[in-house]
Nanobody, 118 residues
Framework: QVHLAESGGGLVQAGGSLTLSCTASGDTFTIITMGWFRQAPGQERDYVATINWSGGKTNYADSVEGRFTINRNKTTISLEMNNLTPEDTAVYYC?????????????WGQGTRVTVSS
């Protein structure tokens, strides 16, 4: 099994920056992709960004493209968030897509809260 531990959330003013981190442990050899989703109050959980474990290819939601950067260093991924707006306020969840038998399983972190004040 893979276990995820997130850190880095907090309160920041609009226009500011914040970096989230997520460290994977356990059966990290099963990881295919890691990334971030976020869930604002009363909203569904939305895709933010992912990074492919082997090739490092990254993808971003249109809403964060050019402001957020996802990186990987060994078993830790980070999400550098710049030019934050109140609309970025949400609980951010780290997710890992891992091989499980003949299929793929998503493993989720506990979430870290980001609040952007106007």
């Amino acid at each position: 099994q893979v276990h995820l531990a997130e850190s880095g959330g907090g309160l920041v003013q609009a226009g500011g920056s914040l970096t989230l981190s997520c460290t994977a442990s356990g059966d990290t050899f099963t990881i295919i992709t890691m990334g971030w989703f976020r869930q604002a109050p009363g909203q569904e959980r939305d895709y933010v960004a992912t990074i492919n474990w082997s090739g490092g290819k990254t993808n971003y939601a249109d809403s964060v493209e050019g402001r957020f950067t996802i990186n990987r260093n060994k078993t830790t991924i980070s999400l550098e968030m710049n030019n934050l707006t109140p609309e970025d306020t949400a609980v951010y969840y780290c997710v890992s897509a891992t091989t499980a038998g003949s299929g793929v399983t998503n493993v989720w972190g506990q979430g870290t809260r980001v609040t952007v004040s106007s």
